[in-house]
């Protein structure tokens, strides 16, 4: 029993609120998943030259000043860091993969959690009022964002295993429900080359997704796929670059809910995180049906 949230604003005059919106659609999720929780906000895109590196560490003395110089002198390509309590995001140019595997080899302590142009993921352990409060989301400005309480069942409590889960360049996952083949698909997925840095089931889902993408299907393929070899009950809302899809398994037993406006689209696990959005009373409310792909904005 986890929480999902997701706002999509169509109306770019409230892109400075998106924070202030977003933020209670979070914290009224947190009886569904008091453990941890996690956002995954899209703002500020850098160039088509340039990555951000959403990093976050478990080392209180981590010190992501001289992480952005020792990167800027081996790849010899401008960087900048941005900190946000334990996490960090870090904005680079050069090679996308050439830096991750600079972080991979040198900063054994930090962990990616998401890269793109635009997204930047933190979570964290603990109430979902605190995480709120520890990286500031209410005050953030942005297009769109999800989110995620979590009531851990298939792994341990840690900031490692908490939701959004990264499935590739601005794209990344979140999942209310429990998979029953994850072991088996970790298995496949790793020798195909997939690495898994938790025993979260549903780094397992974020897994598969970015192992059909590496195949070229695209995001709405790499779902209906899903739909096909993902074994359990599950919701799943997906970020991307510029929109967000929801889905839900055939059986579609978790519970779910859209509401669209002519300012936004949301989703969530229950509608009272919704609720409090302006014109929420006259919106379009449904309940997305099983085995059924919805999308907004551009997913490809």
């Not at 996308?96 to 040198?106: E, F, K, S, T, V």
């Not at 990616?112 to 605190?130: A, C, H, W, Y």
């Not at 840690?158 to 889960?165: D, E, N």
């Not at 080359?193 to 979260?200: D, K, R, S, V």
Request: aromatic content about 8%.
């Amino acid at each position: 029993m986890c929480g999902i949230v997701g706002l999509y604003l169509k109306d770019r005059k409230l892109q400075a609120s998106l924070g202030a919106l977003f933020a209670p659609m979070l914290i009224e999720m947190t009886d569904r998943g008091p453990d941890s929780a996690g956002f995954a906000i899209y703002r500020d895109p850098v160039g088509d030259d340039q990555t951000k590196f959403s990093l976050a560490s478990d080392d209180p003395g981590m010190e992501w000043t001289a992480l952005c110089e020792g990167l800027e002198k081996a790849l010899k390509c401008a960087a900048r860091i941005e900190v946000q309590s334990d996490h960090a995001v870090l904005i680079t140019g050069g090679e996308a993969l050439a830096a991750q595997a600079w972080l991979g080899a040198n900063c054994p302590d930090v962990r990616v959690v998401g890269s793109g142009r635009s997204i930047e993921i933190f979570k964290q352990t603990g109430l979902p009022k605190d995480v709120v409060e520890q990286f500031k989301l209410t005050s953030a400005q942005g297009s769109h964002a999800i989110g995620h309480t979590r009531m851990a069942t298939e792994s341990a409590v840690t900031t490692a295993g908490s939701h959004p889960f990264a499935t590739g360049l601005d794209l990344c996952l979140v999942h209310n429900g429990s998979l029953s083949n994850h072991n088996d698909l970790r298995r496949e997925l790793e020798r195909g080359g997939i690495i898994f840095q938790t025993e979260n089931d549903t780094e397992v889902a974020a897994g598969y997704m970015t192992a059909k993408l590496r195949q070229g299907l695209s995001l709405h393929e790499a779902l209906e796929a899903g739909l096909v070899e993902l074994d359990g009950f599950y919701t799943f809302c997906i970020g991307t670059a510029d929109g967000f899809a929801v889905v839900r398994d055939p059986i579609a037993c978790k519970h779910a809910v859209l509401a669209e406006t002519e300012e936004w689209v949301a989703m969530a696990t229950e509608y009272r995180a919704i609720a409090h959005l302006p014109g929420a009373d006259t919106a379009n409310i449904w309940e997305p049906e099983p085995h059924k792909i919805y999308t907004w904005g551009s997913v490809h």
